[in-house]
């Protein structure tokens, strides 16, 4: 079983910046491919980024295209989101991710962490 540590959420004015990182103990993270979600007041979850074991695929919410970048380290069993440009309506508890997969169009999650807060002022 994995388990996942998400930090570097906070507060943060419109426009600018935040890194979040996941570490990941228990398995190697190249077992899985790794997400991004997130959870706003009174929202459901949804999806925010997905990348590959290795890296090689990225798929991104249409609300973070062109904003976001999710990458890993599997040498450092850490997955990050690089968020700029960051928009009120980008606050939410973020949550990590493993072994996420597709069906029948809806994501399916086996681990998640246990978030992390981030919050964009206008």
């Known amino acids: 079983q994995v388990q996942l540590v998400e930090s570097g959420g906070g507060l943060v004015q419109a426009g600018g910046s935040l890194r979040l990182s996941c570490a990941a103990s228990?398995?190697?993270?190249?077992?899985?491919?790794m997400g991004w979600f997130r959870q706003a007041p009174g929202k459901e979850r949804e999806f925010v980024a997905r990348?590959?074991?290795?890296?090689?695929?990225?798929r991104y919410a249409d609300s973070v295209q062109g904003r976001f970048t999710i990458s890993r380290d599997n040498a450092k069993n850490t997955v990050y989101l690089q968020m700029n440009s960051l928009k009120p309506e980008d606050t939410a508890v973020y949550y990590c991710?493993?072994?996420?997969?597709?069906?029948?169009?809806?994501?399916?999650?086996?681990?998640w962490g246990q978030g992390t807060q981030v919050t964009v002022s206008s």
């Open positions: 228990g398995r190697a993270l190249s077992s899985f491919t």
């Open positions: 991710a493993a072994d996420v997969t597709v069906d029948l169009g809806k994501y399916v999650v086996d681990t």
């Open positions: 990348i590959s074991r290795f890296g090689g695929t990225t």
